[in-house]
């Protein structure tokens, strides 16, 4: 199976690096997908969540408030001002990387329906995980 290099970057260092089969990210204009090979691009992130399915087909999920990715045949970077990743060794550390997300939502969210949509899916991701 084709894999591609995904770079996840915050002012404060990089929440994820390593190889994945695709990316899933919160587009301006709506959520797309990116696989091996796609073709270039740069655009903007919205508020939302980036679903990561690495090589064991395992998905991981990442808060982010805004961004923007670049997109090439081998690699996407996604340079974003916050992110909080869903993921914990125990249900306490998934319950405190899910209050994570959700304060990053709320400091920048403008729009209760925004917040409901990320909510939702952060719950979602967290379910999966316990």
């Known amino acids: 199976m084709d894999t591609f290099k995904l770079e996840i970057l915050t002012p404060n260092g990089e929440i994820f690096s390593?190889?994945?089969?695709?990316?899933?990210?919160?587009?301006?204009?709506?959520?797309?997908g990116v696989l091996a090979g796609h073709a270039s691009l740069t655009t903007l992130l919205e508020t939302g969540v980036v679903d990561v399915e690495k090589?064991?087909?395992?998905?991981?999920?990442?808060?982010?408030?805004?961004?923007?990715?670049?997109?090439?045949?081998?690699?996407?970077?996604?340079?974003?001002?916050?992110?909080?990743?869903?993921?914990?060794?125990?249900?306490?550390?998934i319950a405190a990387a899910i209050d994570e997300a959700k304060k990053l939502i709320n400091d920048i969210a403008d729009s209760s329906s925004a917040i409901a949509s990320v909510s939702?899916?952060?719950?979602?991701?967290?379910?999966?995980?316990l």
């Open 18 to 32: 390593g190889e994945v089969v695709s990316v899933v990210l919160p587009g301006q204009e709506g959520e797309f």
């Open 55 to 93: 090589e064991d087909k395992s998905v991981e999920s990442i808060v982010i408030n805004w961004g923007v990715v670049q997109v090439d045949e081998e690699k996407v970077v996604v340079l974003v001002e916050g992110a909080a990743p869903i993921r914990g060794e125990n249900e306490s550390a």
């Open 120 to 129: 939702a899916k952060i719950e979602s991701a967290a379910q999966k995980l």
